[in-house]
Nanobody
C-alpha cells in the first residue's frame, strides 16, 4: 500500500517562506510525476507544481517565480519551497504521486495559512 506523508505546513506572515516535504512509502517503483495541489475553502483543488522523473517541471502561473519544486535524493520524495507567500496561498496542500500503471495517490494534506 503506497502512502504519502507530508510535513512542513503551518502559519506564516505574508512575505514569509515555508518548505513542504512529501515522502512515499510502500513501493519500489519510481513515482512520476510527483507534485503538489492545493485547495482553499470553497474552491476546487488545483495544481501548484509537478515534477517528472526527468526533472521536467510545471508550475501554476500564480506561483511562478515564488515556489520551487524539487525531488529529494531519496526515491519518491518531493519538496516544495514556497517564498514570498501571499494570503491567497492559504490552503490545504496535498502531495500527489502517480505510478506507471496510471494509479494516483494522495497525501492527507497539510494546512498552510498566510496571515497579513
Amino acid at each position: 500500500q503506497v502512502q504519502l506523508v507530508e510535513s512542513g505546513g503551518g502559519l506564516v506572515q505574508s512575505g514569509g517562506s515555508l518548505r513542504l516535504s512529501c515522502a512515499a512509502s510502500g513501493t519500489a517503483i519510481v513515482l512520476s510525476p510527483m507534485g503538489w495541489y492545493r485547495q482553499a475553502p470553497g474552491k476546487q483543488r488545483e495544481l501548484v507544481a509537478s515534477i517528472e522523473s526527468d526533472d521536467s517541471i510545471n508550475y501554476a502561473d500564480s506561483v511562478k517565480g515564488r515556489f520551487t519544486i524539487s525531488r529529494g535524493n531519496a526515491r519518491n520524495t518531493v519538496y516544495l519551497q514556497m517564498n514570498a507567500l501571499k494570503r491567497e496561498d492559504t490552503a490545504v496542500y496535498y502531495c500527489n504521486a502517480n505510478n506507471i500503471y496510471g494509479r494516483t495517490y494522495w497525501g492527507q494534506g497539510t494546512q498552510v495559512t498566510v496571515s497579513s
